[in-house]
């Protein structure tokens, strides 16, 4: 597990540092926890690897707030646990809409910081190996699997369709179900969807929650009932 605390205040930054460090020691999880000065620091570092699973941010960071890190960072990642510090309650608001995990008033409590950390950890374990990495010529992205309502094939690579927005891939479709898991199936030769994002199966085609039709081949429509029925558990 990795973690980032992000905050100008040194001493704060080693005290936190040792809390989280204890805690997670006591639960026995690998960690490695980054601290960084300011959200520009932390920005170059997460544009370049993109691996943070948890970051507490000090929303009021000079030349950058902890609240414009956080929209950034929700630009590309939707699943990162994100926890505001801050000493001014008047703030706790504008976190619902990069939707912050939670928020920690200076100075921080061990026995407050314990029963989040809990929370947090209990989240990201539930949704361990459910992201991918897209690495393209527009940089590098996360995405959660839940995200994906369907891949297509696009002229020689392939188009990840998401809540988001849709990024380029350049792997194929093959290597697309290899790392994807159970919840996708391929149902044509052109594309592969996420079966919890279907509204309804008609006759070759298929309706998606977004109102997107997508083909069905023949070959594959009985595959892709029995797969929709064992998904759902038998309730079709």
Same mark, same amino acid.
């Given at each position: 597990?990795?973690?980032?605390?992000?905050?100008?205040?040194?001493?704060?930054?080693?005290?936190?540092?040792?809390?989280?460090?204890?805690?997670?020691?006591?639960?026995?999880?690998?960690?490695?926890?980054?601290?960084?000065?300011?959200?520009?620091?932390?920005?170059?570092?997460?544009?370049?690897?993109?691996?943070?699973?948890?970051?507490?941010?000090?929303?009021?960071?000079?030349? %950058?707030?902890?609240?414009?890190?956080?929209?950034?960072?929700?630009?590309?990642?939707?699943?990162?646990?994100?926890?505001?510090?801050?000493?001014?309650?008047?703030? %706790?608001?504008?976190?619902?809409?990069?939707?912050?995990?939670?928020?920690?008033?200076?100075?921080?409590?061990?026995?407050?910081?314990?029963?989040?950390?809990?929370?947090?950890?209990?989240?990201?374990?539930?949704?361990?190996?459910?992201?991918?990495?897209?690495?393209?010529?527009?940089?590098?992205?996360? %995405?959660?699997?839940?995200?994906?309502?369907?891949?297509?094939?696009?002229?020689?690579?392939?188009? %990840?369709?998401?809540?988001?927005?849709?990024?380029?891939?350049?792997?194929?479709?093959?290597?697309?179900?290899?790392?994807?898991?159970?919840?996708?199936?391929?149902?044509?030769?052109?594309?592969?969807?996420?079966?919890?994002?279907?509204?309804?199966?008609?006759?070759?085609?298929?309706?998606?929650?977004?109102?997107?039709?997508?083909?069905?081949?023949?070959?594959?429509?009985?595959?892709?009932?029995?797969?929709?029925?064992?998904?759902?558990?038998?309730?079709?």
């Amino acid at each position: 597990m990795k973690i980032v605390i992000c905050d100008d205040d040194e001493f704060f930054l080693t005290k936190l540092n040792g809390y989280i460090s204890k805690i997670l020691s006591e639960k026995q999880i690998n960690k490695k926890i980054l601290s960084f000065k300011s959200g520009e620091e932390f920005l170059r570092y997460y544009e370049k690897f993109k691996d943070i699973d948890m970051v507490f941010l000090d929303i009021l960071m000079k030349d %950058i707030t902890g609240i414009q890190v956080a929209k950034k960072i929700r630009e590309q990642d939707t699943s990162m646990q994100i926890f505001f510090i801050t000493s001014i309650s008047r703030y %706790i608001m504008e976190g619902y809409n990069v939707r912050a995990a939670n928020y920690l008033i200076k100075p921080v409590k061990y026995n407050t910081l314990f029963r989040e950390l809990d929370k947090a950890i209990k989240l990201l374990q539930s949704r361990y190996k459910k992201y991918i990495l897209e690495k393209n010529d527009f940089g590098i992205f996360k %995405i959660n699997q839940e995200d994906i309502r369907y891949i297509e094939t696009f002229e020689r690579n392939t188009l %990840i369709h998401t809540a988001a927005g849709n990024i380029l891939s350049y792997k194929n479709m093959k290597k697309h179900l290899e790392l994807l898991g159970e919840d996708f199936y391929r149902i044509h030769e052109s594309y592969i969807v996420n079966l919890n994002n279907i509204k309804s199966l008609l006759k070759m085609e298929l309706e998606l929650e977004s109102g997107e039709i997508l083909p069905v081949s023949k070959h594959r429509k009985k595959e892709l009932m029995d797969q929709i029925s064992i998904y759902y558990g038998n309730q079709l």
